[in-house]
């Protein structure tokens, strides 16, 4: 699940999941909009806060676990391996 997510099902706003893990607001805020990235140190600290429902990989990455529906929700997917390869630059 992707921190936006979670905070929603939560019924937190960004500002008050920043006090509770002692991150400055906007740096959740920035995350949650999907203007910057987490660190992977604070990514790691999410993780925790959430009981490991948002993954420290979907707290970095938050793109890659969500696919739009036709009816315009969210849903979890995981990357297929040659996207990863090809927005890396491994192919």
Same mark, same amino acid.
């Given at each position: 699940?992707? +921190?936006?997510?979670? +905070?929603? @099902?939560?019924?937190?706003? #960004?500002? *008050? $999941?920043?006090?509770?893990?002692? $991150?400055? #607001?906007? !740096?959740?805020? @920035?995350?949650?909009?999907?203007? *910057?990235?987490?660190?992977?140190? +604070?990514?790691?600290?999410? %993780?925790? +806060? !959430?009981?490991?429902?948002?993954?420290?990989?979907?707290?970095?990455? #938050? %793109?890659?676990?969500?696919? @739009?529906?036709?009816?315009?929700? *969210?849903?979890?997917?995981? #990357? @297929?391996?040659? %996207?990863?390869?090809?927005?890396?630059?491994?192919?």
């Amino acid at each position: 699940m992707i +921190l936006r997510d979670w +905070l929603r @099902k939560e019924g937190l706003l #960004p500002y *008050q $999941f920043a006090r509770l893990a002692g $991150f400055a #607001p906007a !740096t959740i805020y @920035k995350s949650v909009s999907g203007d *910057q990235r987490l660190s992977a140190r +604070l990514a790691v600290i999410v %993780e925790d +806060l !959430t009981a490991g429902e948002v993954s420290r990989t979907e707290a970095v990455w #938050p %793109e890659d676990f969500i696919d @739009k529906t036709k009816s315009g929700e *969210q849903m979890r997917t995981v #990357p @297929k391996i040659h %996207e990863v390869a090809e927005r890396e630059g491994l192919n």
